[in-house]
């Protein structure tokens, strides 16, 4: 069952259209990194000169975002594509019946689409990351150093878990909206509220609960901004966008406000990878946490659903 569904989310045309329009971007960010790529490593005075590939995935001359923030807007639409409609276009099209009328467990149902989704995905971030690899060890001939596989290892599997956030969504709507339009429509709803206007609504609220002074201490800035950035990080492409971040950039030391204290006396340096990961940890488990919860809803629903033509 897991590979019939690749099959057809692979020959679907909305995934080829997908498909071709991430390694568009893919090229695209990677042509300007190649071509800014000199200056970056060049720099003595950054401590992350020294990781050329990582350089090729977060350098950018302000023509093109890097290939992350590309990812982190398109990564939601490869999610909704290929889940928006996995249960009801199959109960319109009557063949849902049929399948459950087959010797087989109901849950195989949903567990093939979700998990053939996921391979397709993982296949594609990973195969895009050994090309820029290939790609930088055939132009540099700089071999890539170990922490530097381990970051962009980690980079493919929070990808793989954000679109499988947003693809746990897009089932749970197909399974709880009978018409693919409207599963649709709720899918993308939810993506621009939080890529949009979610950062606006957290502006307008916190301008009210400011205090009406003339003057701030340090301390009541600090917590302020603590509030803006828990309440932005309840949105899954915050949370993934920092946890890109630090991971693709060592040098990043934390994700919150800084007081003058904390930062004096610091030393520009790296992070081990151990330390990048414990840093970025919470996101990473918010992310995991708010994609077993979409998918747990949807097989509950889908298991209690009665199913008739």
Known sequence: MVAKEATDHIRSWRFIVLLALIILTFFGALYVSFSNI?????????????????KL????DGTMPPFHVFLNFLGPLLGIALGFDAINSEQNNGTLIRVMAQPIYRDNLILAKFVSALIIVSYLFSALALLMIGAGVFLTGVLIEPA????????????????GFWLSLSILFSIVFRQTATSALTSIGVWLFFTVFYQIAISLVVKALLPNQPVLTELAVTRYNELIF?????????????ATTTLLMPSVRSLGPLTMEQMAGAIPSVLPFKESLMVVWPQVSGLLAATVFCFAMSYYLFMRREIRS
Request: hydrophobic content about 50%; proline content about 4%.
């Open 38 to 54: 000199k200056a970056a490593v060049s720099n003595v005075q950054d401590p992350e000169s020294v990781f050329l590939y990582l």
């Open 148 to 163: 530097e596989i381990l970051r962009i290892l980690g980079f493919v599997l929070i990808s793989v878990v954000y679109v």
């Open 57 to 60: 995935l977060t350098t950018s």
């Open 230 to 242: 828990n309440l932005l990080r309840l949105a899954p492409s915050q949370l993934y966008s920092d």
